[in-house]
Nanobody, 126 residues
Framework: QVQFMESGGGSVQAGGSLRLSCASN????????MGWFRQAPGREREKVAS?????????YYADSVKGRFTISRGNVQNAVELAMNNLKPEDSGMYYC??????????????????WGQGTQVTVSS
């Protein structure tokens, strides 16, 4: 069974930076898109960023993180990273890595992703 594991979360002050990493225990060539999602207490899980795992590496960002977050593919297959700069308190939440075999990466929603990690907590204080 494909599993993903996130790392890199933590607590920072507003304006600070964190870098999240995600890797899979099994390589699967069927993965077309990987993404980062976040969920704050009492709120729905939302898509933060996604990236094609193909050669194009086309990216998508939620409006709230454009210009501050950067998603990139890791050094190994089925790995993805999220560089977060100029963090704000509203960026706080549990961050999840996810993968899917579906295409149209930018338009995919939470329910379209088949494999998920356990999450890593990000806390930004003002």
């Amino acid at each position: 069974q494909v599993q993903f594991m996130e790392s890199g979360g933590g607590s920072v002050q507003a304006g600070g930076s964190l870098r999240l990493s995600c890797a899979s225990n099994i390589y699967t060539s069927s993965t077309k898109c990987m993404g980062w999602f976040r969920q704050a207490p009492g709120r729905e899980r939302e898509k933060v960023a996604s990236i094609y795992t193909t050669t194009t590496a086309t990216t998508y960002y939620a409006d709230s993180v454009k210009g501050r977050f950067t998603i990139s593919r890791g050094n190994v297959q089925n790995a993805v990273e999220l560089a977060m700069n100029n963090l704000k308190p509203e960026d706080s939440g549990m961050y999840y890595c996810a993968a899917t075999s579906l295409s149209q990466c930018a338009s995919l929603r939470t329910g379209d992703f088949e494999h998920w990690g356990q999450g890593t907590q990000v806390t930004v204080s003002s």
